[in-house]
């Protein structure tokens, strides 16, 4: 079955560290994976797509398939970058998301 | 970009009463909508996909009956929480996807339904 594991709740980085929240899953087709960010009081928008191969934001996400992982990178995070992060996986036919997590980044 | 409006944005009832959502999308079309549940710090929950001029397609677990998916035109589809109660009380999001495929998802902002 398809799922998608982001095993961390909430990160806490101060300014100017490595970020990296992870993201693994499951699928038996040809994954297409996205990660999506919800800012405080703002609705789910798009971050990036792992097809695009681009960085938003400072952040890039490679798709590893032997690892069946998407892991969200950036390497110095601003205070702006304070949000929820969904990965999420197209299975077909509907977006399958994580159970998110929560980026504080601190000064 | 394309836009979503969902309507309304927060919601309180008694349990008992029935609840509708609308989901738009502005100044696009589509034919298939999705419709999300959010719990307090989890994820969030594909409820159904609902498919303009057809039936909704629901997960499975998400009662057919209680959520009342109409998609009744290209720019419009509604969720109605029938007999609300309590355990209702959830965060409801809806989203279209952009036009032109890559599967990129527009989302609404969310409707916050409390039932008394």
């Known amino acids: 079955a398809q799922r998608v594991t982001q095993p961390e709740k909430l990160l806490s980085v101060f300014k100017g560290a490595p970020v990296e929240l992870k993201c693994n899953y499951s699928y038996s087709g040809s994954p297409e994976l996205f990660w999506y960010v919800q800012y405080s009081r703002q609705r789910l928008q798009l971050l990036l797509r792992?097809?695009s191969r681009e960085s938003i934001k400072g952040f890039t996400a490679d798709l590893n398939k032997g690892e069946t992982s998407f892991h969200l990178k950036k390497p110095f995070a601003q205070e702006e970058d304070s949000a929820m992060y969904y990965c999420?996986?197209?299975?077909?036919?509907?977006?399958?998301f994580g159970k998110g997590t929560t980026l504080s980044v601190s000064s | 970009g394309a836009v979503v409006s969902q309507h309304p944005s927060r919601v309180i009832c008694k349990s008992g009463t029935s609840v509708k959502i609308e989901c738009r999308s502005l100044?696009?079309?589509?034919?298939?909508m999705f419709w999300y549940r959010q719990f307090p710090k989890k994820s969030l929950m594909l409820m159904a996909t609902?498919?303009?001029?057809?039936?909704?397609?629901?997960e499975q677990g998400v009662e057919k009956d209680k959520f009342l998916i109409n998609h009744a035109s290209l720019t419009l589809s509604t969720l109605t929480v029938t007999s609300a109660h309590p355990e209702d009380s959830s965060f409801y999001i809806c989203?279209?996807?952009?036009?032109?495929?890559?599967?990129?998802?527009?989302f609404g902002a969310g409707t916050r339904l409390s039932v008394l």
């Open positions: 792992h097809i």
């Open positions: 609902s498919n303009e001029g057809s039936k909704a397609t629901y």
């Open positions: 100044d696009f079309q589509a034919t298939t």
């Open positions: 999420a996986l197209w299975c077909g036919t509907a977006l399958i």
């Open positions: 989203s279209a996807p952009k036009p032109g495929g890559k599967n990129i998802q527009y």
